[in-house]
């Protein structure tokens, strides 16, 4: 993924002035997300209750966590890139303190999220999270 930062991308998000303007907004984003290999794609990386396919994987070095996602859905890409930039950088104890759902709201995404992508955007934040 690119460097785009938190702020940097909920400044993008919030300077759209229609539901329409956020959908193309997200769309772009998703170009930011580097694709996983067919290798990567597994069944293990796989979250589970995810409308679309959705893929993490993560990493830890010297106790901080990055993660690398990947998505079959062009909306989907871009909600992770939103929730990379929240969660990358972090160390686990730190992701387990914080409120993501919270802090995934200030991006005002629920107009996108359908009930069972709401339930896997908290698959994915649980995942994260154990």
């Known amino acids: 993924m690119t460097d785009l930062n938190r702020d940097a991308i909920k400044a993008q998000l919030q300077a759209c002035t229609s539901k329409e303007a956020t959908f193309k907004e997200l769309v772009s984003l998703c170009k930011q997300l580097e694709r996983l290999s067919d290798a990567e794609k597994t069944e293990d990386n796989k979250i589970k209750g995810c409308e679309s ?13 990055n993660f690398q996602a990947d998505s079959d859905a062009k909306l989907m890409r871009g909600v992770l890139v939103v929730i990379l930039s929240i969660v990358n950088g972090h160390s686990k104890a730190e992701l387990q303190q914080r409120d993501l759902i919270a802090e995934l709201s200030e991006f005002y995404l629920s107009s996108y999220l359908t009930s069972s992508r709401t339930n896997g955007v908290l698959g994915i934040l649980q995942h994260i999270q154990s």
């Open 53 to 65: 396919a959705v893929w993490l994987i993560e990493h830890q070095e010297n106790g901080v966590c």
